[in-house]
């Protein structure tokens, strides 16, 4: 099956560059050249963003926010609502760039929602720890919030928002805490032991929007068997029990074995099966309507480049074999820029790509299916379904 696949692509987006810093903007060009020599951008409409307007900009963020951010573009001692020193330092032209992310992230929305089937990426985008008036965790406008305002004026009822990234989906989370017409699902490493904190089983939505946050608290160590198993046991049955319009997805992938910031071991096959499975969610739950947005990773060259190029394909309908080679061309740039040591030779990295999930059980003291269970039973009844019944 093909999928048409929009891809919002504007070079300005390596301008969002906190300087020496984890998140460095090459992830991206490492991305965009690994998807290119492998023909995968070949299957794709490859569209540029416009930059968000001040409007876009102020459904997510207040006033006084964009003036700091306008201040914190071109002064260089410029400190305040969350901006460095610390994670999120301010750079030149801050503002511009964010803004720009932002609309490549609304335009990727406007794709999806243009017809049935359509889905849409933008790897800049997913900087999912941004509040309303607070940068945070490398995030300064949150893109994903703004996608969702602009899907729900487009017309969307009810959206539906999956976090794959190994950090809690705070901000994303917080904006739409008690509107009924989002659902916000993170699957994340415990928040006692990972930035930013937030995230427990417990945290279900307020007021009106009660049962529309579902948090799934991932010990450190989980693993692909561990990870996926949670994901099947959560998030299809809340999704499907939601019924939404669309499905928007987050897709960071610092949840990679080797990433230098966060304690879960998953491979790129595990991400490569995540991603897979939030396909099949797009098209059984919201009319294949899919908008995927990148996040965090920040195993620059090992994983990042390999799992969003492997979300490219999935989401054409033409995914990638793991066992296909790493384009030499790419290598020989990788190796001339960062040394040898860690570069990939094949699209993935297990012996078995193929990984065997086994379904969560109930009663079972795995950690893992502590975990579930305690998702399971805070969150499964205020939708209607049963925390006890694996069918659900
Ligand atoms: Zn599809
Ligand atoms: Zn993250």
Same mark, same amino acid.
Request: hydrophobic residues 45%.
């Given at each position: 099956?093909?999928?048409?696949?929009?891809?919002?692509?504007?070079?300005?987006?390596?301008?969002? *560059?906190f300087?020496?810093h984890p998140m460095s903007?090459?992830r991206?060009?490492?991305?965009?050249?690994?998807?290119?020599?492998?023909?995968?951008?070949?299957?794709?409409?490859?569209? @540029?963003?416009?930059?968000?307007?001040?409007?876009?900009? /102020?459904?997510?963020?207040?006033?006084?926010?964009?003036?700091?951010?306008?201040?914190?573009?071109?002064?260089?001692?410029?400190?305040?609502?969350?901006?460095?020193?610390g994670d999120t330092? !301010?750079?030149?032209?801050?503002?511009?760039?964010?803004?720009? =992310?932002?609309? #490549?992230?609304?335009?990727?929305?406007? @794709?999806?929602?243009?017809?049935?089937?359509?889905?849409?990426?933008?790897?800049?985008?997913?900087?999912?720890h941004?509040? @309303?008036?607070?940068?945070s965790g490398f995030c300064?406008?949150?893109?994903?919030? =703004?996608?969702?305002?602009? /899907?729900?004026?487009? #017309?969307?009822?009810?959206?539906?928002?999956?976090?794959?990234d190994v950090h809690h989906?705070?901000?994303?989370?917080?904006?739409?805490? #008690?509107?009924?017409?989002?659902?916000?699902?993170?699957?994340h490493q415990?928040?006692?032991t990972l930035f930013p904190g937030?995230?427990?089983?417990?945290?279900? #939505?307020?007021?009106?929007?009660?049962?529309?946050?579902?948090?799934?608290?991932?010990?450190p160590?989980?693993?692909?068997?561990?990870?996926?198993?949670?994901?099947?046991?959560?998030?299809?049955?809340?999704?499907?029990?939601?019924?939404?319009?669309?499905?928007?997805?987050?897709?960071g992938c610092d949840t990679h074995i080797g990433d230098p910031l966060a304690e879960l071991r998953l491979?790129?096959?595990?991400?490569?099966?995540?991603?897979?499975?939030?396909?099949?969610?797009?098209?059984?739950?919201?009319?294949?309507?899919?908008?995927?947005?990148?996040g965090g990773g920040y195993n620059l060259?090992g994983c990042v480049?390999?799992?969003?190029?492997?979300?490219?394909?999935?989401?054409?309908?033409?995914?990638? *074999?793991?066992?296909?080679?790493?384009?030499?061309?790419?290598?020989?740039?990788? =190796?001339?820029?960062?040394?040898?040591?860690?570069?990939?030779? !094949?699209?993935?990295?297990?012996? +078995?790509?193929?990984?065997?999930?086994?379904?969560?059980?109930?009663?079972?003291?795995?950690?893992?299916?502590?975990?579930? @269970?305690?998702?399971?039973?805070? =969150?499964?009844?205020?939708?209607?379904? +049963?925390?006890?019944?694996?069918?659900?």
């Open positions: 099956m093909s999928c048409p696949t929009t891809l919002v692509w504007d070079d300005g987006y390596l301008g969002y *560059d300087g020496p903007p090459w991206l060009q490492l991305t965009m050249d690994l998807a290119g020599q492998l023909g995968v951008l070949d299957r794709v409409e490859m569209v @540029a963003p416009a930059p968000a307007s001040e409007a876009l900009l /102020l459904t997510a963020h207040t006033p006084r926010y964009l003036e700091a951010l306008r201040a914190a573009s071109t002064d260089r001692r410029y400190t305040g609502f969350g901006l460095g020193p330092p !301010r750079f030149d032209g801050i503002y511009d760039v964010s803004a720009l =992310i932002a609309g #490549g992230s609304v335009r990727a929305a406007e @794709a999806v929602w243009a017809r049935p089937g359509a889905h849409a990426v933008n790897i800049a985008g997913g900087l999912h941004a509040m @309303a008036e607070e940068a300064v406008v949150n893109d994903a919030v =703004i996608a969702i305002h602009a /899907l729900l004026a487009a #017309g969307a009822a009810r959206v539906a928002y999956i976090d794959i989906g705070d901000g994303v989370q917080a904006a739409f805490y #008690g509107d009924p017409r989002v659902l916000t699902v993170s699957l415990d928040p006692r937030t995230g427990r089983p417990g945290d279900l #939505g307020a007021g009106a929007g009660e049962g529309t946050s579902v948090n799934v608290a991932l010990p160590g989980t693993d692909d068997e561990a990870w996926l198993r949670a994901f099947e046991a959560v998030v299809p049955s809340v999704v499907r029990a939601f019924a939404p319009d669309v499905l928007v997805t987050q897709c491979t790129v096959d595990g991400q490569r099966t995540a991603i897979a499975a939030l396909h099949r969610l797009a098209h059984d739950a919201a009319g294949g309507r899919w908008l995927a947005l990148g060259v480049p390999l799992t969003w190029t492997h979300l490219i394909a999935e989401m054409t309908g033409h995914p990638l *074999d793991p066992a296909a080679a790493v384009p030499d061309a790419w290598r020989a740039t990788v =190796i001339g820029r960062a040394g040898s040591p860690g570069v990939p030779v !094949r699209m993935g990295e297990r012996p +078995d790509p193929v990984i065997a999930v086994r379904a969560w059980e109930p009663g079972s003291e795995a950690v893992i299916d502590r975990s579930i @269970a305690a998702t399971r039973s805070a =969150i499964f009844p205020l939708l209607g379904l +049963d925390p006890g019944d694996p069918r659900d």
